[in-house]
C-alpha cells in the first residue's frame, strides 16, 4: 500500500475493502457523535459500503479523500484523517475521527496538520474549509491551532456549526 503521508507516528495511506473492521471499530457513539452521520456504520456491511461508495470513489473521482490513519507504533488503523470535496463549500473539508485510546496524545492534531500540508502543497488546495460543532471544544483547538480562520457560523440539524478555512 502506498503511504500518502507520513509523520514521525502516524501514516495515512487509501482505504481498502480489508479495512472494514477497522472503519467499524471506530464508528462508535463516542467518536461520532459531533459528526452529523451518526448511527451510518451500524456493521460490518455498512462500513464496506461506505469504503467502496464513498472513499474509494472520491479518490477516482477528487484525486483525494479520507485515509486510513495507521498508527506506526502498533501498525493498527486507528481511525482517518484527509481532505473531502463537499459540494456545500465548493472545496475541500479536512476531517478526522479517531478511536478514543488515542485521544489526549497530539495525533489528531499531527494528522490534521500533515493531511492539511498535503492538501496544500501537493493537491495544490486552497482554500481548504474545515467545519466544526461548537460543543466540540477539543476538535475546534485542534483547528485553530493549525491556523485556520473562522469564517461563519450557520445551524444544521440542531447544532451550531462554525466553519474555518485556511488564509
Same mark, same amino acid.
Given at each position: 500500500m502506498t503511504i500518502k503521508i507520513d509523520t514521525p507516528r502516524l501514516q495515512?495511506?487509501? +482505504? &481498502? /475493502?480489508?479495512? =472494514?473492521?477497522?472503519?467499524?471499530? +471506530?464508528?462508535? /457513539?463516542?467518536? &461520532?457523535?459531533?459528526? %452529523?452521520? =451518526?448511527?451510518?456504520? =451500524?456493521?460490518?456491511?455498512d462500513a464496506q459500503r461506505v469504503i467502496n461508495d464513498i472513499w474509494l470513489a472520491e479518490y477516482r473521482? @477528487? %484525486?483525494?479523500?479520507?485515509?486510513a490513519l495507521v498508527h506506526?507504533?502498533?501498525?493498527?488503523?486507528? %481511525? +482517518?484523517?484527509?481532505?473531502?470535496?463537499? /459540494? @456545500? #463549500?465548493? %472545496? /475541500?473539508? #479536512?476531517?478526522?475521527r479517531m478511536l478514543p485510546e488515542y485521544w489526549?496524545?497530539?495525533? =489528531? &492534531?499531527?494528522?490534521?496538520?500533515?493531511? #492539511?500540508?498535503?492538501g496544500q502543497q501537493v493537491l495544490k488546495l486552497d482554500p481548504i474549509y474545515a467545519e466544526v460543532v461548537a460543543e466540540n471544544h477539543a476538535s475546534r483547538r485542534i483547528i485553530e491551532k493549525l491556523g485556520l480562520v473562522w469564517q461563519c457560523q450557520y445551524q444544521e440539524a440542531g447544532w451550531t456549526v462554525h466553519r474555518y478555512r485556511t488564509r
Open positions: 495515512m495511506r487509501e +482505504f &481498502t /475493502p480489508e479495512d =472494514a473492521a477497522a472503519v467499524l471499530a +471506530f464508528s462508535v /457513539p463516542e467518536v &461520532t457523535r459531533y459528526t %452529523g452521520d =451518526a448511527g451510518a456504520i =451500524a456493521t460490518l456491511a473521482r @477528487h %484525486g483525494y479523500a479520507r485515509y506506526k507504533a502498533d501498525q493498527r488503523v486507528i %481511525g +482517518f484523517c484527509g481532505l473531502k470535496y463537499e /459540494p @456545500h #463549500l465548493g %472545496g /475541500p473539508d #479536512l476531517g478526522y489526549g496524545q497530539g495525533l =489528531a &492534531t499531527e494528522a490534521a496538520a500533515a493531511a #492539511l500540508d498535503y
